[in-house]
């Protein structure tokens, strides 16, 4: 099981801002280390989104945005467009668990 | 623009062995830190484990589920990455896709890019 929690599933009309959180412990992102995002479109691969916890990859809309703040991560989306409908996971280490991990995943739904 | 193509994906019964590769466009493996992660059906994404450059010892890691039953490897002649996984279980059932570790501190790392994955459904 995923020691970071998202929320199952987020939605929004488009235009809207909603925002994904990730909750970890003091040993991963509690401990320092840097949170990333990906978007995963349906039957597609995982895509990069975010990476060191708020810096956007070229190509990636301004639209999306990451912060992180003690044991938290968070993903903004600003502007909701219908193309935003997908599935999102956080990312990071876990120093107990000596890997990387990911987040239990996020359906967004553009109503 | 930097491609990952998997293949040796298939089915295998319980017990079995299956071995995938991981051919990257635009790079070669012997410079790059590397990982496979896999998706069950339905499921969130599970890092299964990664390589270092050979520049960097070419050592492996692995994910608690998987270790002593998966190995990792390279081989520059071919500049294809492996994932060799032996004493398959039915719960490793899931789309293996290949990716590279990006970020210059150890596992601070991200994944990009990534693979479009392969099958690999475990059953009797």
């Known amino acids: 099981q995923s020691v970071l929690t998202q929320p199952p599933s987020v939605s929004g009309a488009p235009g809207q801002r909603v925002t994904i959180s990730c909750t970890g412990s003091?040993?991963?992102?509690?401990?320092?280390?840097?949170v990333h995002w990906y978007q995963q479109l349906p039957g597609t691969a995982p895509k990069l989104l975010i990476y060191?916890?708020?810096n956007r990859p070229s190509g990636v809309p301004d639209r999306f945005s990451g912060s992180k703040s003690g044991t938290s991560a968070s993903l903004a989306i600003t502007g909701l467009q219908a193309e935003d409908e997908a599935d999102y996971y956080c990312q990071s280490y876990d120093s107990s668990l000596r890997g990387y991990v990911f987040g239990t995943g996020t359906k967004v739904t553009v109503l | 623009e930097v491609q990952l193509v998997e293949s040796g994906g298939g089915l295998v019964k319980p017990g079995g062995s299956l071995r995938l590769s991981c051919a990257p466009s635009r790079f070669t493996v012997r410079n790059a830190w590397m990982s496979w992660v896999r998706q069950a059906p339905g499921k969130g994404l599970e890092w299964v484990g990664r390589?270092?450059?050979?520049?960097?010892?070419?050592?492996?890691d692995y994910a608690a589920p998987v270790k002593g039953r998966f190995t990792i490897s390279t081989d520059d002649s071919k500049n294809t990455l492996y994932l060799q996984m032996n004493s398959l279980k039915t719960e490793d059932t899931a789309v293996y896709y290949c990716?590279?570790?990006?970020?210059?501190?150890?596992?601070?790392?991200?994944?990009?890019?990534w693979g479009q994955g392969t099958l690999v459904t475990v059953s009797s």
């Open positions: 990716t590279t570790n990006q970020g210059n501190f150890d596992w601070f790392n991200w994944f990009d890019p």
């Open positions: 003091s040993s991963n992102i509690g401990a320092g280390y840097d």
């Open positions: 060191g916890n708020s």
């Open positions: 390589i270092k450059s050979k520049t960097d010892g070419g050592t492996t």
